[in-house]
């Protein structure tokens, strides 16, 4: 069974670069899709990006100019940095497989990290 | 980026009662549409991906339907567990995006 689970900080300074971690077990980091989504609280759900190799990247428009993915494949993880945060950016982040079923199908999520921006 | 609506917001009903919530996107997905199911507190767990396919080990109880811009989703007797906020999400564009999401109680 595959598992997912983000890591990093749970509370950023605005201004400062957010950056998480997601680490894939029980399964292989290569041949799938990854994302990122987010979640402020008791709203919806927002798409940051997704990767297939580092250099294989799509970025929502709307987070574009802050935002960069990389993949460790060796480390079965990989990672998002979101810069200069502001208390717009207050939600819980996760990561996401896009599956056999197809890049956009998320078939399996990480529990989530709440990021708080506050100084 | 394509949009999705989704009706009702949010709604009530009785154990065994049949539920039907809309999606609509604002341009033709054909059938590159799927379903979450998010209880508080929890991440969204896929239901049903490519409008009807019904991911393995997902109650039959729960369908879709649809292509194009009109999609349901249906719940056929509610169950106390299925108490969360329902979402669809399209694929057909490469930017994904969801619907606002339908709250699901039980009376």
């Known amino acids: 069974q595959v598992q997912l689970q983000e890591s990093g900080p749970g509370l950023v300074k605005p201004s400062e670069t957010l950056s998480l971690t997601c680490t894939v077990s029980?399964?292989?980091?290569?041949?799938?899709?990854w994302s990122w989504l987010r979640q402020p609280a008791g709203k919806g759900l927002e798409w940051i990006g997704r990767l297939y190799t580092s250099a294989s990247v799509l970025y929502n428009p709307a987070l574009m100019s802050r935002v960069t993915m990389s993949l460790d494949t060796p480390k079965n993880q990989f990672s998002l940095k979101l810069t200069s945060m502001t208390a717009a950016d207050t939600a819980v982040y996760y990561c996401a497989r896009g599956g056999p079923y197809g890049s956009g199908v998320l078939d399996f999520w990480g529990q989530g990290i709440l990021v708080t921006v506050s100084s | 980026d394509i949009q999705m609506t989704q009706s009702p917001s949010s709604l009530s009903a009785s154990v065994g009662d049949r539920v039907t919530i809309s999606c609509q996107a604002s341009q033709d997905i054909s059938n590159y549409l799927n379903w979450y199911q998010q209880k508080p507190g929890e991440a969204p767990k896929l239901l049903i991906f490519d409008a009807s396919n019904l991911k393995t080990g997902v109650p039959s109880r729960f369908s879709g339907s649809g292509s194009g811009t009109d999609f349901t989703f249906t719940i056929n007797s509610l169950q106390p567990e299925d108490i969360a906020t329902y979402y669809c999400q399209q694929y057909d564009n490469p930017i994904f995006t969801f619907g606002p999401g339908t709250k699901v109680d039980v009376k």
């Open positions: 029980g399964g292989s980091i290569s041949s799938f899709y």
